[in-house]
Structure formats: C-alpha cells, structure tokens
C-alpha cells in the first residue's frame, strides 16, 4: 500500500507525519511516548492499520522535531491541532495511546467541533509520582546514556512478558540506533507526563469516546482506569473495552484492536 511521509513546517517549528488511506473520513493516530520517531516504522504501521484504508485517510503525527524545554502535552495538543488545520483537516477521528491519549483529550476538549469520535487506549487524565515511577527511570537511562538500559526498560515494561521474551533482542539491536539528540529530545518529551492533570477540562469533552484498556497495565495501573471512567462517563458517550494480558501495549499486542476501533468509528456497536 502506498503511503506518504510529510513534513510540515509551521510556527517556528517542523512536525512529520505519515499519511495513507484513500477515504474521505480523517483518522488522526497520536501514538505515545517514544524514544525514536514512528516514520521508520511506516510500513509496520500501514501493515498494521490497513483496515482503516479504504474508508479512512489515515494521519499518524509524531511530535514536534524540536522539542524546547519545559514542553508541555498542552503544547503538543496545540501543535498538532495547528498542523492539522494547515493541512485542512477541520473534522476527523482521533485515536490516542498513552501520551497520544492525553494530547487527543486536550484536543477533544479544546476543539470539540474538530473531534467528532475519540478512542483512547492506556491512557490517565491524572499522572501522579506513582504513576510517572517506571517514566521517570526511563528518563534516568536516557540521561546516563544507557541507551540499551532504556529500550530494554520500556520494552519489559509495556510489553507482556512473553512478547517481550520474544523481542529483547531486537530491542538490545534498535538501541545502537539511538543517537545523544535522540535521547535529549526523549527526555523532554518523558518529562511532561510528569504532574499531567486534565481532571478539570475532562467535562468538556462531548464527542463519543471508545476508551481501551488492560488489567496488567505497568504504567497506568487499574485506580488510573477507573479514575478515567469515572471523569469521562456522564459527560460523553463512552464505551468501554476491557483486556488482560496484553500490557500498557494492548493496541499493538490484541489482535482485535483495529477491529474494535474499526466498529466502533463505524457504528458505534455494542461492545463487550
């Protein structure tokens, strides 16, 4: 399947996104926290979402190239809305996991006449010192140049074990890929998870919300989920789907993902 990968240059700064998809509807990916861009992973993520290809145009944004210090989720909320309009995408579907999560929440409860639905998946309105522990010894790595450190952490940590097992190697491999910038900008990035708090914007959000998560999450554990629930449930349509086994990586480690999201975005079917 062909696809695209643009860069656009807007406000004093740069954001990639990757783009693919023949539909008339927007589908926005906000993935979450990562230590290298998405873009190198095109193919695996246009293999992995094609489902959404005929009905959909498909727009997966990484953040910004140039991460300032102090840059905020809001920030990135912002950033990717001003991108989004530039592109002239003024009403689309949003899918958000984990840091995407908190940003598409923003988005939605900002700009609710852009958001028409929202799937949220391993995600928190609230990221207390708890909460931010295993974020926060990534950060750690990050700054001691453990780059093998770093990958393996967060690979153990959002990954089943058994999937992780399967893949250290290759997470051992993909950490002599990352380079000092790399690590400085995925330090900031990390960093703003850090106190995030949307408790008080969440009744803003009006659109329906599909909201995923797993009981063996790591990072955003179970009192996370519920607190999310509770937030979101009278103020919008909510569903929810829940999961067991598959980690803070449910999206990308149930295989029914895409297909419950699919339905959902579609028809809004009942979900068990």
Known sequence: MEYLIKKVAINGFSMEYLRFGSGEKI???LPGLSVQSVMPSAQ???KQYKIF???YT???????LEAPEGYS???MAEDTMAVLKHEGFERFYVFG???GGMI???MAARYPDSVRKMVLASTAVHVDESRFALIKKWISFAREKDREGLMLSIGKSIYPEGYFEKYCKAF???AQTVTDSEMERFMILAGSINGFDIGSMVRSITCPVLMAADETDKIFDIKAQEEMMELLKGNCPLKIKKYNGYGHAVYDTALDFCDVMYDFLETAGKIS
């Open 104 to 106: 598409a929440m923003i």
């Open 58 to 64: 498909v727009c997966v944004f990484d953040r910004r």
């Open 44 to 46: 695996f993520i246009v």
């Open 27 to 29: 589908l926005v990916i």
């Open 73 to 75: 989720i809001s920030d």
């Open 53 to 55: 290809a005929g009905e």
């Open 172 to 174: 051992s491999a993909l």
């Open 97 to 99: 996991a984990s840091q």
